[in-house]
């Protein structure tokens, strides 16, 4: 395996500024082919649905999807986030392609059954099918992803971001060297949330464990590293946690490692 | 040219109903690969403006898209509509693809200016870039197309989805036998609208005009036959006008010719 892939997630709130969007992207298509960009939606979905009138539910930092929200967000983030990422790499003569986990089959998924709260219309990822894609990422296709799965029955499924794009490293791994980079408003994991000179430049599962037990790595933090280590056990050569400008320099963010 | 493909266009009342919608896709699916579907939207982009409290401006029948209005469209057409499209062939085993004019930069077009009428951000094609497809659906994948272009600007476009599937249908016939079928609520072009036993089942330019001269044909039929005639003239082996049951019927509906 001597080709390289780099999958790189993008948050929410990179994303609903156009002045963020617009450096991100011009950072994200500084980075060599073949590379996959997979986007949430965040904040987008819950504007959203307030214009609306649906209320939004959070329940431990998660969004429960019933009917309504899931409406939402298949136009936020499968219709207006998508697309407007699309135009804007079109813009930089990137020639992106916007999908969902419904479209080529990519990620079929399972609502989510026997939590303790009933989240609706999430979906737990069961199948990664990448087969369509290698042929378009080898002729310079870069795919954009959005947070959505289905559930072969025709169902939309509204799936994490973080996990859509771990799920999709590690199934691209038994094909090409895959790195991860997970990139967010924040120059990496810090020490001190309110310093962003303090970003911790490795962490191991150890170390993890210990800044977890010790309340330095907490909340959303916790599963977006928890995904990270999940990947690099099963094959992703790399994971890195970073921001916009991170993206292009190298040793910049949180490196993951064994 | 030996391979022929067929691109079907349906219109957004089909879609709008789950019932009709199934039905149409039942049939959709049934028809022999390769095969593009290109959606109109209509009145559900009308429906989520209105909870939005967004005013839907017409004039003779054609959306004012402003900058509000743009934004619904690209969620509805590009994000719910398509969407669901595509959830619903995988879960009858067509692996589609939902696409825009966005991606892939599939139709270019520009911001229409110079009309008496300032319609907003409305997209007339350019240039249609077919070649990122021809391997797909080679492979057996289904492009679902939303009726959305860009500017390679950034900037996304609302364009009429019967121009949308003539421009794939003209620039496809340069390389395959394609057939171009427009599917909406009614069985045929009819003399009478209110009998749908009166279908006409040929057209020619020389019929259109003495039925249009007469009345018989007007309003959204012209058009929609405009694009046909159109296709025709640029290499589309085939127009045909049918309802949903007509799809999978030879002979239905109304052939053009010359």
Chains 1, 2 share one sequence.
Do not use: W
């Not at 617009?22 to 214009?51: C, Q, W, Y």
């Amino acid at each position: 395996m001597d080709q390289q892939l780099t999958i790189v997630k993008v948050g929410g709130r990179v994303l609903e500024n156009p002045e963020t969007l617009h450096d991100f992207l011009e950072d994200f298509s500084a980075l060599p082919n073949p590379k996959i960009l997979v986007h949430g939606g965040g904040r987008s979905a819950t504007t959203m649905a307030s214009r609306l009138g649906i209320e939004t539910k959070m329940v431990e930092g998660r969004r429960i999807t019933d009917e309504d929200m899931l409406e939402v967000v298949v136009m936020v983030y499968g219709g207006l986030v998508n697309k407007t990422v699309v135009a804007g790499l079109q813009a930089m003569e990137i020639n992106a392609m916007g999908i969902t986990g419904a479209d080529l089959n990519l990620i079929k998924a399972h609502k989510r059954v026997g939590a303790d709260v009933d989240y609706g219309f999430v979906g737990d990822v069961d199948e990664v099918n990448v087969t369509s894609l290698i042929p378009l990422i080898r002729q310079g296709i870069v795919p954009v992803v959005a947070p959505l799965t289905h559930d072969g029955q025709g169902r939309l499924l509204n799936t994490n971001a973080d996990t859509i794009a771990s799920s999709l490293a590690v199934e691209f791994s038994k094909i090409l060297d895959t790195s991860l980079m997970f990139c967010f408003e924040k120059p990496g994991v810090l020490i001190n949330p309110d310093d962003d000179s303090s970003v911790i430049p490795f962490l191991n599962r150890e170390l993890f464990d210990m800044y977890r037990d010790e309340g330095i790595i907490s909340e959303g933090m916790v599963p977006k590293l928890e995904n990270g280590f999940n990947s690099l056990a099963n094959g992703v050569v790399e994971v890195i946690i970073t921001n916009t400008e991170g993206l292009s320099v190298p040793g910049s963010g949180t490196t993951l490692g064994v």
